[in-house]
């Protein structure tokens, strides 16, 4: 009993100590916290000032035998009162911020958290009600100790308090950078939305492998059990997208109900395989909740890194002829940009392939919300681009393989089609620097938000459509480099 009674004494003046501490050194966190479970503003401040002390206070009275049954009784009103507020929330379907450990560990209250406080007010009630008294002073037992004895203690103590340390900078540092990376995706995607170009940035030594060179191929085991090869997921003859996650990564996990959408809506024309760290019982818990298929586990960093991903999440398109068809995108605000673009989609069979658009052959062309750019950085209306004469619309990227594959018959056609090459202008992804280096003579667009090609059911690139010079458009979509071509060299309709 008295063995019994020590452990359990030990257990909850660690909990509360290590709680008190950290709340003390974010004061400002555990008012707000206080404040999340609907204490009013007036008493949440002092409330969430008192309590830290309050904690720190029962630790102390755990450890010495004349006041240890006092600290289980300080320990269970705490707990009871946590537990509570935790009810309380989520009878109202709140889940505010706990505030558990302060910086060091939080997350919204829920049945978790609430079970937690459970099992610890059992061990509380334990040390107040058990037994004729509380088991020996800690504190006594320590001080009757010769030297020797009480110095590899402190110094046991002193290194487990230098790791515990050690392990919060380290959680501190992760949650902040997750934080800073959520920060700038959302920069990312209101600069993408007003039409403002993002330069591609990769890591040092994180190019990878050159875009239309053969992928590098893995044998991974999928977490149904089998192996899975990039030679298997390109078997149905459809592109690949790897999104590359790691354990512990929160853009990742923000990332993983985008992806499962991607898989679901885009199965008929892309293969999305998610390749991550992490335990398996971990992963199985993330297919569950987002619906996720194609996912398999890698132990080390083998793969990512022949592919250059050494940041997470990143992403990599490979083509059906197995031959990289994108840069590494890094990030979620990227990874969607490289869906968008639809790097590597293939076109069909070498024949014209033309896809309905949405704006129906005859209606106006829509004037998206994010104006394009010309390559001097000046904003410009379609309206204005297609000057009121016919236009044969080019949907391009400089990212994009087929495209960079493409360029060749496409300044050969230029050269070609004399005066009918007038009518051609490009509506292209990538900064203008990349753009002029392609030698095309036509007029250039930059629509990074892809937003013309969208209003028009464009998908990928490269992808053309004719407009007539009414401004309506005139054509189906032509997707791929012969259907582009086709419908550049067939007569006006």
């Known amino acids: 009993m008295d063995a019994a009674l020590v452990l ?34 007036r008493l949440a401040v002092p409330l969430g000032t008192l309590l830290p002390f309050a904690e720190l ?13 006092a600290g289980g009784v300080a320990a269970l009103a705490l707990l009871a009162l946590f537990g509570v507020g935790i009810a309380a929330s989520m009878a109202r379907g709140k889940a505010p911020d706990c505030h558990c450990f302060g910086q060091l560990h939080s997350e919204p209250a829920g049945p978790r958290t609430l079970a937690r406080n459970v099992v610890l007010a059992g061990v509380a009630g ?31 103590l002193a290194l487990v308090l230098l790791v515990a340390g050690g392990v919060a900078g380290l959680l501190s540092l992760l949650r902040q950078n997750g934080r800073l990376l959520l920060r700038i995706e959302a920069l990312e995607a209101a600069l993408k939305a007003r039409g403002i170009p993002i330069p591609a940035v990769s890591a ?15 044998e991974l085991p999928g977490l149904d059990g089998g192996v899975v090869t990039l030679r298997s997921l390109l078997s149905a003859g459809r592109p690949a997208l790897l999104v590359f996650t790691s354990p512990g ?5 923000e990332l993983m109900p985008q992806v499962a959408t991607w898989q679901r809506e885009l199965a008929a024309g892309l293969t999305v395989a998610v390749i991550g ?25 083998d793969v990512a890194n022949r592919y250059g991903a050494r940041a997470t999440p990143s992403a990599v398109m490979v083509g059906a002829d197995g031959r990289l068809a994108s840069a590494v995108a ?11 673009r639809g790097d590597g989609v293939p076109s069909g069979e070498p024949e014209v392939v033309r896809v309905r658009p949405a704006a129906a052959v005859g209606s106006q062309v829509p004037e998206p919300d994010a104006a394009a750019r010309d390559l001097d950085g000046a904003e410009v209306s379609i309206r204005d681009a297609l000057g009121g004469r016919e236009r044969l619309l080019l949907f391009w990227d400089t990212h994009c393989g087929y495209c960079r594959r493409m360029l060749a018959d496409l300044r050969e056609w230029e050269r070609e089609a ?3 090459a007038a009518t051609l202008l490009v509506i292209s992804g990538g900064d203008a620097e990349e753009n002029r280096a392609q030698g095309i003579s036509a007029p250039i667009l930059l629509d990074d938000a892809f937003a013309i090609g969208q209003s028009l059911g464009v998908r990928g690139t490269p992808s053309a459509v004719r407009v007539d010079a009414q401004g309506r458009v005139a054509s189906d979509v032509a997707v791929g480099a012969d259907a582009v071509l086709a419908l550049a060299r067939a007569p006006s309709p």
Do not use: Q, W, Y
């Open 8 to 41: 359990s004494r030990l257990v909850l003046a660690a909990v509360f100590a290590v709680a008190g501490a950290a709340k003390l050194a974010d004061m400002a966190g555990s008012r707000a916290a206080v404040a999340g479970f609907g204490v009013p503003e």
């Open 57 to 69: 206070a029962t630790a102390a009275l755990l450890l010495a035998a004349a006041t240890a049954r």
């Open 126 to 156: 334990f040390v107040a009600f058990a037994g004729a008294d509380a088991g020996p002073g800690i504190v006594e037992e320590i001080g009757s100790l010769d030297a020797g004895a009480a110095a590899a203690i402190a110094s046991g």
């Open 204 to 218: 040092p030594g994180a190019e990878g492998p050159p875009v239309g060179s053969t992928a590098p191929d893995f």
């Open 249 to 253: 990564c929160a853009p990742c996990d």
């Open 277 to 301: 760290g992490g335990a398996h019982d971990e992963s199985r818990e993330k297919v569950e909740e987002h619906g996720l298929a194609n996912v398999l586990i890698e132990e080390g960093r």
């Open 330 to 340: 890094a990030g979620g605000a990227a990874i969607s940009a490289l869906v968008e």
């Open 418 to 420: 004399g005066e009918r």
